[in-house]
C-alpha cells in the first residue's frame, strides 16, 4: 500500500511539474504575439492618425482654457494650459 501512494505521488508532482512547463510556454507565446500584434497596430496609418487627432484636441482643448483664463487678472501665472509659443491664436 504505501509503494502504491509512493508512485501515485510521484506521478502527481510529475503531472504538476509539466503543467507548470506548459503555462510557462503557453505565456511566453502569447506575450510574443501580443507583442508582435503591437508592433503591427503602432506602424498603421490609422494608429499615426488618431495619435495626431488627439494632440489637434489637446492643443485646441489648451486654447479654450487660456482664452477662459484671458478674464483673470493680469500677473497670474496659475493658468492651467498655456498655447506654445509661436502657435495660432
Given at each position: 500500500?504505501?509503494?502504491?501512494?509512493?508512485?501515485?505521488?510521484?506521478?502527481?508532482?510529475?503531472?504538476?511539474?509539466?503543467?507548470?512547463?506548459?503555462?510557462?510556454?503557453?505565456?511566453?507565446?502569447?506575450?510574443?504575439l501580443s507583442g508582435v500584434a503591437l508592433a503591427g497596430?503602432?506602424?498603421?496609418?490609422?494608429?499615426?492618425?488618431?495619435?495626431?487627432?488627439?494632440?489637434?484636441?489637446?492643443?485646441?482643448?489648451?486654447?479654450?482654457?487660456?482664452?477662459?483664463?484671458?478674464a483673470c487678472p493680469q500677473g497670474k501665472a496659475d493658468r492651467w494650459a498655456v498655447a506654445p509659443e509661436g502657435?495660432?491664436?
Open positions: 500500500m504505501a509503494i502504491v501512494c509512493a508512485s501515485q505521488h510521484k506521478v502527481k508532482t510529475y503531472t504538476k511539474l509539466a503543467m507548470s512547463m506548459r503555462d510557462g510556454i503557453f505565456t511566453t507565446v502569447a506575450v510574443a497596430l503602432l506602424g498603421t496609418d490609422a494608429y499615426s492618425q488618431a495619435a495626431g487627432a488627439e494632440a489637434r484636441g489637446l492643443k485646441a482643448l489648451s486654447m479654450q482654457v487660456e482664452m477662459r483664463c484671458d502657435g495660432k491664436r
